[in-house]
């Protein structure tokens, strides 16, 4: 290449590695550049790895394969990592799996770093040995010796409530997803605080994030007389909400009419149910866009400041103004 170019091995080695401004003439670097693409050069990715002591590969793991959010995430990581040269595995980690298991012989000699969504930090201890730089999405920013990137859940969770109390309704159900994480924790703590009116009765009960958990976990108390059941579910998930709106049409409950039903996530499923959800879009790709860049950032020295996204209420048919009760003023 160099002969090919007519300049010394030197200069196609700086202007290849990126590093000839101010030391080769700029002439020259193009002289280098179109002699690489008329001999269909291609630089040694492992070569270079080897050298700079990086893998390019950053591991992002998740709960579940099969969400919409997971995958908008994956999406986002991967879309900004691609424009550095970084490749993303995904590795799902089950929230009963303790400790996750190492993916390989050894992580730290196979990644550069990981991303974990929705987890806590020991969870995937195992993943990082340790010494891996670390960004936790949806997590507790008290995670230490981690970059931390978090929707701002608890607001979402208070404009939902703003949205049942405008529309009238004084008696609320939670139903909660039956996950010990933070971002469940911080969703019913901020339910709590903004419905702690004393004229607004405010329930909870919780479930496995599965359709027919939910159905079953609220029957009971859908199955109440009108004037003790609640007026309104606000749901953890779309999925939970989906239960819900199954449970209401065995029992004959019309929704929006006779019960409003809101749900967490805006996945497809939301717009697929009859009527569809009132529910928080949640800014997926973004999440795992900002995740990404901030694990670049530890690798490149830096400590990236906290991210926290907002989320929006997407209003649709499944909410409606509550339903007056007998003997109600």
């Given at each position: 290449?160099?002969?090919a170019?007519?300049?010394?091995q030197?200069?196609v ?12 003439a ?15 050069y ?5 070569a ?35 424009r ?15 400790s996750?298991?190492d ?5 730290r ?5 990981v991303?974990a969504?929705s ?18 999405l ?8 981690a ?26 159900l939670?139903?909660?997803a ?6 469940f ?5 901020a ?11 405010h ?35 779309d999925?939970?909400?989906?239960g819900?709106l ?12 006779d019960?409003?039903v ?17 529910t ?8 795992g ?37 007998r003997?109600?003023?």
């Amino acid at each position: 290449m160099a002969r090919a170019a007519g300049v010394s091995q030197a200069a196609v080695s700086l202007v290849l590695g990126d590093k000839w401004p101010g030391r080769v003439a700029p002439a020259t670097a193009e002289r280098v550049r179109a002699a690489a693409r008329d001999l269909g050069y291609r630089p040694n990715l492992a070569a270079r790895n080897l050298r700079l002591g990086r893998t390019r590969t950053a591991l992002l793991a998740v709960p579940v394969l099969n969400s919409d959010f997971f995958a908008g995430v994956h999406a986002g990581a991967a879309r900004v990592a691609a424009r550095h040269g970084f490749g993303v595995v995904l590795y799902p980690v089950p929230a009963d799996a303790g400790s996750a298991p190492d993916p390989f012989a050894s992580a730290r000699a196979a990644l550069d770093g990981v991303i974990a969504s929705s987890m806590a930090p020991d969870a995937v201890a195992a993943l990082r040995g340790g010494e891996l730089p670390l960004v936790m999405l949806d997590s507790d920013p008290a995670a230490h010796g981690a970059a931390v990137v978090n929707l701002d859940v608890g607001d979402g969770v208070r404009q939902v409530a703003r949205h049942l109390l405008a529309l009238g309704h004084r008696d609320v159900l939670h139903l909660g997803a039956d996950v010990d994480s933070w971002t469940f924790r911080v969703r019913a703590g901020a339910l709590a605080e903004a419905l702690r009116d004393g004229s607004v009765t405010h329930r909870r009960v919780t479930a496995p994030l599965r359709v027919d958990a939910a159905r079953d976990a609220v029957a009971d108390v859908l199955g109440l007389p009108a004037a003790e059941r609640p007026t309104a579910v606000l749901c953890d998930s779309d999925v939970l909400a989906a239960g819900v709106l199954k449970t209401a049409r065995r029992l004959g409950l019309r929704v929006p009419e006779d019960l409003s039903v809101t749900g967490f996530d805006d996945l497809s499923l939301a717009t697929a149910v009859e009527p569809e959800l009132t529910t928080l879009r949640l800014p997926a790709e973004d999440v795992g866009a900002h995740g990404m860049r901030a694990l670049l950032a530890l690798l490149d020295g830096e400590q990236p400041p906290p991210v926290t996204l907002p989320v929006e209420l997407v209003s649709r048919g499944s909410t409606a103004t509550a339903p007056a009760r007998r003997g109600a003023p």
